[in-house]
T-cell receptor, first 116, second 111 residues
Framework: GAVVSQHPSWVICKSGTSVKIECRSLDFQATTMFWYRQFPKQSLMLMATSNEGSKATYEQGVEKDKFLINHASLTLSTLTVTSAHPEDSSFYIC????????????FGSGTQLSVL | GESVGLHLPTLSVQEGDNSIINCAYSNSASDYFIWYKQESGKGPQFIIDIRSNMDKRQGQRVTVLLNKTVKHLSLQIAATQPGDSAVYFCAETFNDYKLSFGAGTTVTVRA
């Protein structure tokens, strides 16, 4: 079945550094991918919609210069947290829709970011 | 926006009993609803979905009920097992797959 691969699973970085998270659709093409953020014991909040070949669409309150999204191919979207700070520590999850299966939307396994 | 549900933040259930998890959604235009299970440190796992032209759908040990009149969604798990312990989220969307998630219910199964 369709699989979305997300890497890394976890990352620890120093404050002020940038971190890149990759989201790949392994056996299907995804012109659109979604990025979510989840703080401990909270729900998933949509950050942005990644569009292949065009600019990402950000949700209200999400800083586009802080969270850079690149969707350069039909199977890869990346989220870069720039100049990360401790308040950016969170669980980041991507998802991609596909019409090819009964289950229409697949999620990556998530990336736990800890900023020291 | 985020759907805030008529839900219990936590649900404790005896192994073998049935579980019912409730969720209220906010957007009357939503036409697709999904229940997810999330274990600690993992991404959401699809359980079952339902479109707005249906009011009930059954899967293996799970049933989703949709009441559009009161904008209410429920997930029923039959014969709850220890492996069902997790956080359960309902999610809604209209015309695309940009999901709005509910607040989640933590289910704990007692042996």
């Amino acid at each position: 079945g369709a699989v979305v691969s997300q890497h890394p699973s976890w990352v620890i970085c120093k404050s002020g550094t940038s971190v890149k998270i990759e989201c790949r659709s392994l056996d299907f093409q995804a012109t659109t991918m979604f990025w979510y953020r989840q703080f401990p014991k909270q729900s998933l909040m949509l950050m942005a919609t990644s569009n292949e070949g065009s600019k990402a669409t950000y949700e209200q309150g999400v800083e586009k210069d802080k969270f850079l999204i690149n969707h350069a191919s039909l199977t890869l979207s990346t989220l870069t947290v720039t100049s990360a700070h401790p308040e950016d520590s969170s669980f980041y999850i991507c998802s991609a829709p596909t019409e090819s299966t009964n289950e229409k939307l697949f999620f990556g396994s998530g990336t736990q970011l800890s900023v020291l | 926006g985020e759907s805030v549900g008529l839900h219990l933040p936590t649900l404790s259930v005896q192994e073998g009993d049935n579980s019912i998890i409730n969720c209220a959604y906010s957007n009357s235009a939503s036409d697709y609803f999904i229940w997810y299970k999330q274990e600690s440190g993992k991404g959401p796992q699809f359980i079952i979905d339902i479109r707005s032209n249906m009011d009930k759908r059954q899967g293996q040990r799970v049933t989703v009920l949709l009441n559009k009149t009161v904008k209410h969604l429920s997930l029923q798990i039959a014969a709850t097992q220890p492996g069902d312990s997790a956080v359960y989220f309902c999610a809604e969307t209209f015309n695309d797959y940009k999901l709005s998630f509910g607040a989640g219910t933590t289910v704990t199964v007692r042996a």
